[in-house]
């Protein structure tokens, strides 16, 4: 018998919410990136697990790339989770939004950080704090709080 991956069990989660959300408005999309690491190095590194669009005021559109982790870490999630940490901080610098949500699997809850919280130290830490971070009880919560 095959062990579950906590990390796609997350990924599903949010991909389940992405889903409803594009059914529900046209003005929502949302895109899988082909994932390098099920393709045994067949593919280069993706940016993120999702690309996703949503339109805001006067026809423009905030891109969001969304990558998914999961931590037994109940504190902290390890940068080395975050394997294509640079390549995001290029698209941050370039005004993408970027978010990181992280399932903890020590508290079964969800935390998500920002951009603004990956990116804002003179030198990358080897850990992300995830104590002061507002706790939600699902994906669904936390990605609806995010985007509305």
């Given at each position: 018998?095959?062990?579950?991956?906590?990390?796609?069990?997350?990924?599903?989660?949010?991909?389940?919410?992405?889903?409803?959300?594009?059914?529900?408005?046209?003005?929502?999309?949302?895109?899988?990136?082909?994932d390098?690491?099920?393709?045994?190095?067949?593919?280069?590194?993706?940016?993120?697990?999702?690309?996703?669009?949503?339109?805001?005021?006067?026809?423009?559109?905030?891109?969001v790339?969304?990558?998914?982790?999961?931590?037994?870490?109940?504190?902290?999630?390890?940068?080395?989770?975050?394997?294509?940490?640079?390549?995001?901080?290029?698209?941050?610098?370039?005004?993408?939004?970027?978010?990181?949500?992280?399932?903890?699997?020590?508290?079964?809850?969800?935390?998500?950080?920002?951009?603004?919280?990956?990116?804002?130290?003179?030198?990358?830490?080897?850990?992300?704090?995830?104590?002061?971070?507002?706790?939600?009880?699902?994906a669904?919560?936390?990605?609806?709080?995010?985007?509305?």
């Amino acid at each position: 018998m095959k062990k579950v991956d906590p990390g796609k069990w997350a990924e599903k989660e949010a991909a389940t919410w992405l889903e409803q959300c594009s059914k529900e408005s046209a003005e929502f999309a949302w895109h899988r990136f082909p994932d390098s690491k099920s393709a045994r190095g067949a593919i280069a590194a993706q940016p993120s697990d999702f690309l996703v669009s949503v339109a805001v005021e006067d026809g423009l559109n905030r891109t969001v790339y969304l990558e998914v982790k999961e931590t037994a870490n109940p504190t902290r999630l390890p940068k080395a989770k975050i394997g294509q940490y640079g390549m995001l901080q290029k698209f941050y610098w370039t005004n993408a939004h970027v978010l990181v949500l992280v399932y903890m699997s020590a508290h079964q809850k969800w935390v998500y950080l920002t951009g603004d919280d990956l990116f804002c130290f003179e030198d990358c830490p080897a850990s992300f704090l995830l104590t002061s971070l507002r706790r939600f009880d699902t994906a669904a919560d936390a990605l609806q709080e995010y985007f509305k």
